[in-house]
């Protein structure tokens, strides 16, 4: 990956998402039947993935915050490369809370005045999920998309994402590898060592534990700037220079 963007030109981000509300019943009539609408239709698409005791208030809880019009963004962490005698160094920082529109809205300053056309944005799957939430969530809560996140009518090659996942399938788009995974196979310390995607929901709502959905989101960042060290034939970064903003 010669030709890759400097490795200190990219910011490194990951999100961590949950259902807009605890129950189905504390959403409006009005999204409570859009929701069954919607799971309704997935069923029969896709009924081998959904088990016949599963309704539509027990999919909400489980599946609900993987979509930007149903759920919303708990957390967002980001991490930076920077060179220190002649070794990377990262910094870590979340945007994290129960204020949907005050973290979107701290991220959206960060990109404003941080990210020049040098500069892209990576994560793994970040293509399929994590800009688009992000994008999404920003235009529902009246956000203006900073210029990095508008690539409407932009040309293929003005749009700055570097996707770990686009990376490594090489052109096979019939295949889905997890960072779980990558993390394995290339000897990178897994980020997955406390609670994983699934669990955020229950972190978030029964717990009101946000402290610990940053500290697994940031694992996520960091594992993920690692893999792309690995990508280009980088030494991994030591612990011992990892930095990470008081939250």
Known sequence: MSASPKIDKILFLDIETVPQ??????????????????????K????????DD??????????????????RIVCISVG?????????HFRLKSFAGEDEKA????????????????????????????????ARRMLINGIALPDVLNIAGKKPW??????????????????????????AVFGIPTPKDDIDGSQVASVFYEENNIDRIATYCEKDVLATAQLYHRFCGLPLIDNNNVEIASR
């Open 103 to 134: 973290l979107l809205t701290d991220f959206a300053t960060l990109l404003n005045k941080t990210i020049s056309p040098e500069h892209n944005l990576c994560g793994h799957n970040i293509k399929e999920f994590d800009v688009p939430y992000i």
């Open 44 to 51: 029969r698409r896709m009924p081998d993935r959904y088990s």
């Open 158 to 183: 003005e749009v700055r994402f570097l996707d770990t996942l686009e990376l490594w399938r090489f052109g096979d788009y019939k295949n889905y590898t997890s960072l779980k995974l990558l993390t």
């Open 54 to 71: 599963l309704d539509a208030s027990g999919a909400f809880s489980k599946e609900a915050g993987i979509y930007a019009e149903f759920g």
């Open 21 to 42: 509300t605890a129950a189905l019943s504390e959403m409006t009539a009005e999204l409570q039947l859009l929701w069954e609408e919607k799971f309704d239709a997935q």
């Open 80 to 88: 930076m490369v920077y060179w220190k005698n002649g070794e990377s």
